[in-house]
Nanobody
């Protein structure tokens, strides 16, 4: 059984930093990618960042570029999201998603391209 477990969320002030972790178990994702999405209250789930394991290529939403960094350890099926200079608009439930393979042309940004999901971790940024 595949499981993704996120941790590291919390309540912080604007300008603070947080580091989210996602540990996957049950299968290898060495040929796929892991990503972070977020969903604010009343809004759709949106792409934040992702990493493709075979070449460590990363991709970011424009809203978090230069503030957030995704990294990880492929061998440990673990991904991290370092979030700096947090803003109130970053407040959301953050979800880790994983795809076991990445077909050519597969969208980074479409949640349906990630077959496995964690339960989410709340990030709240106060002004």
């Amino acid at each position: 059984q595949v499981q993704l477990v996120e941790s590291g969320g919390g309540l912080v002030q604007a300008g603070d930093s947080l580091r989210l972790s996602c540990v996957a178990s049950g299968r290898s994702f060495s040929n796929g990618r892991m990503g972070w999405f977020r969903q604010a209250l009343g809004k759709e789930r949106e792409f934040v960042a992702a990493i493709r394991w075979n070449d460590n290529l990363t991709n970011y939403a424009n809203s978090v570029k230069d503030r957030f960094t995704i990294s990880g350890d492929n061998a440990k099926n673990t991904a991290y999201l370092q979030m700096n200079s947090l803003k109130p608009e970053d407040t959301a439930v953050y979800y880790c998603g994983a795809a076991a393979d990445v077909p050519y042309g597969s969208s980074w940004y479409d949640p349906s391209r990630y077959a496995y999901w964690g339960q989410g971790t709340q990030v709240t940024v106060s002004s």
